[in-house]
């Protein structure tokens, strides 16, 4: 399984940019895809995450804000980020829990893609 994730950059506070993350892999299917951000000092933390049925979970500093969204027919996930600010700075990775065909069996297991910086400056 590969996770590329894309669309992280520099953006003053008030813009906005869209992350993109596209899994592949010999998925049986997938369950949920999400979100998440690491500051510098900071633990990990979700941000937002979209199941299989189209539930969708925000953290509250995000609602209003960031909208997650999915393209189940490339196994793609989006974070659209608008009205940024300075405290959304951070390494952003997606994550994708699914289940992939191992042969004789299926697994379930959480995946994670390689990270993308996002820098709102003030």
């Known amino acids: 399984v590969q996770l590329q994730a894309s669309g992280g950059g520099l953006v003053q506070a008030g813009g906005s940019l869209r992350l993109s993350c596209a899994a592949s892999g010999n998925f049986f299917g997938i369950n949920a895809m999400g979100w998440y951000r690491q500051a510098p000092g900071k633990e990990r933390e979700l941000v937002a995450s979209?199941?299989?049925?189209?539930?969708?979970n925000y953290t509250d500093s995000v609602k209003g804000r960031f909208t997650i969204s999915r393209d189940k027919a490339k196994n793609t996930v989006y974070l659209q980020m608008k009205s940024l600010k300075p405290e959304d700075t951070a390494t952003y990775y997606c994550?994708?829990?699914?289940?992939?065909?191992?042969?004789?069996?299926?697994?379930?297991?959480?995946?994670w893609g390689q990270g993308t910086q996002v820098t709102v400056s003030s």
């Open positions: 979209i199941t299989s049925g189209g539930g969708k």
């Open positions: 994550n994708v829990v699914g289940t992939t065909y191992e042969g004789t069996y299926l697994l379930t297991d959480s995946y």
